[in-house]
Nanobody, 125 residues
Framework: QVQLVESGGGSVQSGGSLTLSCAMSGYTYGSYCLAWFRQVPGKQREGVVGMNNDGSTFYMGSVKGRFTISQDHAKNTLYLQMNSLKPEDTAMYYC???????????????????WGQGTQVTVSS
């Protein structure tokens, strides 16, 4: 059973940066697809970036060039580096995992099995 715990959210001004972390337990490196999602109250959860177990990635257009997904194998931790943040990036951010995913790893939330509790990111203008 994979367990995910996000951290690193907070408040930042427009143009600023944040790095989110997702600590993974019960996880075997290379065995899962990983992704970041976000959700604003009253709106559907949306994919941000997906990463296949071969390391290939897929970024949604709204974050491409600004966000970077990475993984520290030794620490069993997934990261989301977010630069040039905009007010529209304000949301609850979730990491998620599943044992297999599509190629390229476009992040659809109904395809992911394991979820963290989320961490809030607020970007002010």
């Amino acid at each position: 059973q994979v367990q995910l715990v996000e951290s690193g959210g907070g408040s930042v001004q427009s143009g600023g940066s944040l790095t989110l972390s997702c600590a993974m337990s019960g996880y075997t490196y290379g065995s899962y697809c990983l992704a970041w999602f976000r959700q604003v109250p009253g709106k559907q959860r949306e994919g941000v970036v997906g990463m296949n177990n071969d390391g290939s990635t897929f970024y949604m257009g709204s974050v491409k060039g600004r966000f970077t997904i990475s993984q520290d194998h030794a620490k069993n931790t997934l990261y989301l580096q977010m630069n040039s943040l905009k007010p529209e990036d304000t949301a609850m951010y979730y990491c998620a995992a599943v044992d297999r995913c599509r190629k390229p790893p476009i992040p659809y939330d109904d395809e992911y099995k394991y979820w963290g509790q989320g961490t809030q990111v607020t970007v002010s203008s």
